[in-house]
């Protein structure tokens, strides 16, 4: 289960590496509507669902075993709870992405998006980066990757550059609905 959530969370990012610099460059004025970037998201989206479900399935595994065992250290695995608290807000900030690009049917404005709307993106992003960045051990292990500090490096500042451009396109945009 563990490698096909892996396999699944690999699809997802390349589909999100995708996803956001075109969208970056939609938000900008660049690029226009397209089919199919509406259809890859709509197949990331669907992915981030399955992710979420094997994910939900694992966390459930992982609290039998620990009522069985009768060692709960909470407090001790953190980054568990990062983890598992990240996950969860992300799907709110995923639904308000939704909500501001299908609220209306005009392929080159969003609905209304004022400062409200700016700050749950910036929040999508960086709650992104800290589910990322704590989730990406983990994976490269699963993916039988154990000391490849060099690609995770070159994974991270890609990740990063990505999320900076699209932030920047946000930001852009947001300018241009003032």
């Known amino acids: 289960m563990r490698r096909l959530n892996s396999a699944v969370t690999v699809l997802i990012a390349a589909l999100f590496a995708v996803h956001?610099?075109?969208?970056?460059?939609q938000l900008m004025g660049v690029l226009g509507s397209s089919p199919v970037r509406k259809a890859l998201a709509w197949i990331m989206l669907g992915l981030v669902g399955v992710h979420m479900l094997i994910s939900i399935k694992l966390t459930a595994d992982t609290f039998i075993a620990l009522r069985r065992s009768g060692a709960c250290y909470f407090r001790e695995n953190k980054l568990f709870w990062i983890r598992r608290i990240s996950g969860i807000a992300l799907m709110f900030f995923i639904l308000s992405h939704l909500l501001?690009?299908?609220r209306n049917g005009e392929p080159v404005r969003l609905g209304?998006?004022?400062t409200a709307q700016l700050i749950t993106q910036i929040?999508?992003?960086a709650t992104l980066a800290l589910h990322i960045l704590t989730d990406l051990r983990p994976l490269m292990i699963?993916?039988?990757l154990k000391s490849c500090k060099e690609l995770m490096l070159d994974g991270l500042f890609i990740t990063s550059v990505i999320l900076l451009f699209s932030g920047a396109g946000f930001a852009v945009y947001f300018i241009r609905w003032l």
């Open 100 to 102: 501001i690009f299908f």
């Open 123 to 125: 929040l999508l992003g």
């Open 20 to 25: 956001a610099a075109l969208g970056g460059f």
């Open 142 to 144: 699963s993916l039988g």
């Open 112 to 114: 209304f998006f004022g």
